[in-house]
């Protein structure tokens, strides 16, 4: 069976991030699952980190939630520009349509950590910031296992044609096999 997560084939590609050889390129692919998925926590963690800051300062001069709105648009299109690029290794900057997909994730992501928080209160009306905080951090973890998911398979999949699968050649039914003939094997030899 083959993994969903398997590594793209390989591209060739030319310049100084992907190793030149010679004057010629040097084949590279675009970075299996595990190494995408620590780019894919350092960029959203880091981008993170920079948009929690950035919304206080701008909130000195707007609305809170007008800020916050601002930073999050702003953090989403820079982490899906810093994936297309170096997460998945698409050699490509995002389209309108990998920037809609991956805004699209970021929403039933916010959606799902939203809803566990929300169910908690419903089941536990006044929980300890603890409580509360375990599943927050539970629920993000897996909605952004769930993003990274989407957008490595789905979002930022190699979309070029796959190459024709080899056909073997197929013996018509109505022939008869032939019985192998044996060597013939002269005496001048």
């Known amino acids: 069976m083959k993994s969903l997560l398997s590594p793209k084939p390989g591209r060739a590609t030319t310049g100084r991030i992907a190793g030149v050889s010679g004057g010629r390129p040097k084949e590279t692919g675009a970075p299996g699952a595990l190494a ?31 800020a916050n709105a601002l930073i999050t648009i702003a953090s989403t299109v820079l982490c899906t520009e810093l994936h297309a690029l170096f997460t998945f290794g698409t ?35 006044s929980p300890g910031m603890l409580t509360e905080q375990t599943v927050y951090l539970g629920a993000s973890a897996l909605a952004g296992i769930g993003r990274f998911l989407v957008l490595r398979l789905f979002v930022f999949a190699d979309r070029a044609p796959r190459a024709a699968a080899i056909q073997l050649p197929v013996r018509p039914a109505h022939v008869s096999p032939v019985a192998p003939v044996a060597p013939v094997f002269s005496a001048a030899a």
């Open 91 to 125: 050699g490509r900057r995002p389209g309108l349509r990998e920037h809609g997909q991956s805004a699209g994730s970021a929403t039933v992501a916010y959606a799902a950590t939203s809803a566990a928080i929300l169910v908690l209160h419903t089941v536990q009306p």
């Open 36 to 66: 995408s998925f620590v780019r894919f926590v350092v960029c959203g963690g880091g981008v993170g980190v920079l948009s929690s800051a950035a919304v206080p300062l701008l909130a000195a001069l707007m609305p809170w939630v007008a």
